[in-house]
């Protein structure tokens, strides 16, 4: 079964056979995660959420996810065995390793919150390739569930069809603009910026996709980066233009190249072209 998904998505080169795999990876987790009723608790959100159920044509790295209701007891090792299980029943063999947090840790200040627990899923063996000799034989997926996640968000139910039918709860796509919004104006990462997020948040403006800024302002909030519940349309818009003039457009473009297969949509990305973005963002 995994030969023939991964021909299903054509990779040209190494490069690509590994996103393939690495999003291939991704299905069979929330696979497994959706047997063991994690779903009944937590929904999916962030840039592969958006990829796997809404079709933008960027691969992603991590699987992150949201608590329903704030529980900072709660601990994501119950429902590993069921992923566990999914993989072993499609020949892969992974191991599970906790990544320690400090309050001095980088990963701590840049993708999780004190209350958020990761793993770390590494691939032990892939099944043979037959040809696929490009795949390469280690692919890691990170998982962020944030325990205490800020009010006000809406799920909805989406249907995966492999590795069999399921279920999967997400976020809606209102709730995971706001999402990106939050991340693309509040990292914490001093010298990098992550051009996936200017690239999400591209694709969410031109879908017409609404923003849904009370949940934004909340996340802000939450987050420490405002006083207040509350944001103005003309104070998004002014934070957001802020951070245009704040990055650096090379860099931006650098990081996103691995993760899309046409580079010609860079192209007309400048200081500018953001900016009027910025007045086709809808409210919700």
């Excluded at 998505?9 to 929330?30: C, D, F, K, S, V």
């Excluded at 069809?161 to 976020?171: I, R, V």
């Excluded at 001093?190 to 999400?200: E, F």
Aim: some cysteine; proline content about 5%; hydrophobic content about 40%.
């Amino acid at each position: 079964m995994i030969k023939e998904w991964i021909e299903e998505y054509g990779p040209a080169n190494l490069e690509q056979a590994e996103q393939a795999l690495r999003e291939i990876m991704q299905e069979i987790a929330l696979a497994g995660l959706q047997r063991s009723g994690f779903f009944e608790v937590a929904a999916f959100y962030g840039g592969t959420a958006l990829r796997i159920f809404h079709g933008i044509d960027r691969f992603s790295e991590d699987l992150d996810f949201s608590l329903l209701e704030s529980d900072p007891d709660f601990s994501l090792a119950p429902y590993l065995k069921g992923m566990q299980k999914e993989f072993a029943a499609l020949g892969m063999e992974i191991s599970i390793k906790e990544k320690i947090k400090t309050r001095q840790s980088q990963i701590d200040s840049a993708f999780l919150k004190p209350d958020t627990t990761w793993q770390e899923l590494t691939l032990k063996a892939i099944i043979p390739q037959e040809g696929l000799n490009y795949l390469r034989s280690s692919i890691k997926i990170k998982l962020e569930v944030d325990k205490k996640p800020p009010p006000g968000f809406t799920t909805e139910e989406k249907l995966l069809l492999k590795p069999f039918s399921f279920y999967t709860k997400c976020y809606v796509l209102p709730d995971l603009f706001a999402g990106k919004m939050h991340a693309l104006l509040f990292r914490k990462w001093i010298n990098r910026v992550k051009g996936r997020d200017w690239y999400d948040m591209e694709w969410y403006i031109k879908k017409g996709i609404p923003l849904h800024l009370p949940h934004l302002a909340l996340r802000a909030r939450d987050s420490g980066n405002r006083d207040q519940a509350e944001m103005s349309v003309e104070q998004f818009k002014d934070l957001l233009r802020a951070k245009i003039d704040a990055v650096s457009m090379d860099q931006i473009k650098q990081d996103v190249l691995p993760f899309i297969r046409d580079d010609k949509k860079l192209n007309i990305w400048s200081s500018a072209y953001f900016k009027d973005l910025v007045d086709k963002i809808k409210y919700k």
